[in-house]
């Protein structure tokens, strides 16, 4: 059978190809695409090319898709099953440890594009948030309202978003937030939650800035988690760190103990509604337009937050 793909080819160049795709091997299931969401680190391999990129990402990591074909010795799958996994490829054979089957009705695609969603309850968890604390959230991009949604359901104490995008900062309220402030217009607020403190800090901007305001705002004793992947060298300040006390949480995926339990628990959060991801996809496009999309992902300014490239429209 043909398909088509993608490949980064070089700085802000892709390819859409033709490839072939046999029957499924043994583990794996045979996955027809729906929807697969666009990540930054999408992006940012599309701006850097894939030649000498170390941290180049694969052709797609969002995938949603039906099983059109089961492999041998695979079990707890069948044709029809809604799973996630997979890129960008429209048929693509997925090992069956690999793909997540989604249990529950999947009426609309876009709410179950469920990779990002696990990547913020992993860091919910690692960030170590204890009932009634104060947090705040330093970036609300795209997984800082991810965020914000998972923690506007939790017990927490106070929860205060901030940012320098006035129209993010108002979904971020829409969406649980307690208090919001944006950088430039709201500073003397800024200050004054410097000076108070907050229990817990999730910085989600990857930027310098974001990363020393982070510093300067959690308590001593505070835990302050880096979420966000900071592309290169960051300086941080290590007196603050030693002398206030300070925890320094990495919430990548990779430091996650179980990450299939997290998986699992994150989706019923979904089924139910805690998570609102069609409500952050701000566009849409066929795979032979996904560079188009990549093109306007590089201007968020003009309203993009959420890139998905669709084959079921």
Same mark, same amino acid.
């Given at each position: 059978? %043909? ?29 027809? @695409? ?20 170390? *941290?180049?990402?694969?052709?797609? !990591? ?25 890129? +960008? ?7 069956? %440890?690999? /793909? ?29 948030? +204890? ?14 309202? &991810? ?22 900062? /108002? ?22 939650? #410097?000076?108070?403190?907050?229990? #817990?800090? #999730?910085? $989600? ?5 974001? &990363?020393? $305001? ?12 880096? +979420? ?13 760190? !030693? ?10 995926? @990779? ?8 998986? @699992? ?9 805690? +998570? ?8 849409? /496009? ?19 937050? %959420?890139?998905?490239?669709? *084959?079921? /429209?």
């Amino acid at each position: 059978m %043909k398909t088509r793909t993608i490949a980064y080819v070089a700085p802000k160049k892709i390819e859409v190809r033709e490839v072939n795709v046999e029957d499924p091997g043994e583990g794996q299931l045979q996955v027809r @695409k729906v929807a697969c969401g666009i990540c930054a680190w999408d992006l940012s391999t599309y701006k850097i090319g894939p030649e000498d990129n170390p *941290y180049a990402a694969p052709p797609g !990591h969002e995938g949603l898709g039906r099983v059109v074909k089961v492999g041998k010795e695979v079990t707890g799958y069948k044709e029809g099953d809604w799973v996630a996994g997979g890129g +960008f490829q429209e048929v693509q054979n997925v090992p069956s %440890k690999d /793909a997540v089957r989604i249990p529950y009705a999947v009426e609309n695609p876009l709410a179950w594009i469920v990779e990002p969603i696990a990547c913020v309850v992993n860091g919910i968890e690692r960030a170590q948030i +204890f009932p009634g604390e104060r947090v705040a959230l330093i970036g609300t991009g795209y997984m800082g309202l &991810l965020m914000v949604q998972g923690l506007a359901a939790s017990l927490v104490g106070e929860l205060i978003a901030i940012d320098t995008n006035e129209q993010r900062l /108002a979904m971020a309220r829409k969406f649980g937030a307690h208090r919001v402030m944006q950088i430039g217009k709201d500073d003397a607020a800024i200050e004054a939650l #410097v000076a108070e403190r907050a229990d #817990v800090v #999730v910085e $989600l901007a990857g930027a310098q800035p974001a &990363l020393d $305001l982070s510093v300067r705002m959690v308590r001593n004793g505070g835990n302050l988690c880096i +979420f966000s992947w900071h592309r290169g060298n960051r300086t941080i300040d290590c007196n603050a760190l !030693h002398t206030r006390g300070i925890n320094v949480l990495n919430t990548a995926p @990779k430091n996650a103990p179980n990450y299939p339990r997290v998986w @699992k628990n994150m989706l019923p959060l979904v089924a139910r509604g805690v +998570f609102k991801n069609d409500e952050l996809v701000s566009h849409t /496009a066929p795979i032979d337009r996904y560079d188009q999309l990549l093109d306007t992902a590089m201007y968020p300014e003009k309203g993009y937050l %959420k890139g998905v490239v669709r *084959y079921d /429209a």
